[in-house]
């Protein structure tokens, strides 16, 4: 079945510093959404991504689709302690959301 | 608006007792989602409504747990008998339609015993 993987499990950066995920997917996807997870917290949707190559952001949040719809990142400028949590990526192939398991993003001040 | 609403927020049980979790989601939002959080993990898909049809149920363990949405609205989850490996968050979700972000809920942590 469609398996989506992300990387890395879990990073630890300095405040100010820059983060990036990675998503990659086992067939092709006809969208890609991203959440965050605050600890204790439940998923909160970001954003959603449908177009082959898209690139959107929202402030410090740069998102992106690749070319052949497999794969995606999140990329975060200029970390703040009020990133911490966890990002998740889910894509779409076929007629299920799947969630990857998520990056834990810690931030030093 | 309101977001999506579950009850009850903790839940311990001893195993092989019956549970049971209740969902509203936000109004308008025809589809609704329960998930199962295990600890470190991805949320994975139990069950996907599409107004009161259950139109994806393939990864719900159907011996123990089911499932209802009367008149595509509220949802409840139950479980009986409930086993060890059931402790987890449930999730319940809801988005207009399939190609939309899901909104979840608080979700319900159960521990069993």
């Known amino acids: 079945g469609q398996q989506v993987m992300q990387i890395p499990q879990y990073q630890h950066v300095q405040e100010g510093e820059d983060f990036t995920t990675y998503c990659n997917s086992s067939t092709t996807l006809s969208n890609i959404q991203w959440y965050k997870q605050r600890p204790g917290g439940h998923p909160v949707f970001l954003i959603q991504l449908v177009k082959s190559g898209e690139v959107k952001k929202q402030k410090r949040l740069t998102f992106q689709f690749g070319e052949a719809k497999k794969n995606s990142s999140l990329h975060i400028t200029a970390t703040q302690t009020t990133d911490v949590g966890t990002y998740f990526c889910a894509g779409i192939g076929g007629n299920k959301l799947v969630f990857g398991a998520g990056t834990i993003l810690r931030v030093k001040s | 608006e309101a977001g999506v609403v579950q009850s009850p927020r903790y839940k311990i049980i001893e195993k092989k007792q019956p549970v049971a979790f209740w969902c509203n989601p936000i109004?308008?939002?025809?589809?609704l989602y329960w998930y199962r959080q295990n600890l470190g993990q991805g949320p994975e898909l139990l069950i996907r409504y599409e107004n009161e049809e259950a139109v994806d149920d393939s990864q719900l363990p159907k011996d123990r747990f089911s499932a209802e949405r009367l008149k595509g609205v509220d949802s409840t989850l139950k479980i009986q008998p409930a086993e060890l490996g059931d402790s987890a968050v449930y999730l319940c979700a809801s988005s207009r339609n399939r190609g939309y972000g899901y909104t979840f809920g608080s979700g319900t942590r159960l521990t069993v015993v």
């Open positions: 109004s308008g939002h025809n589809t």
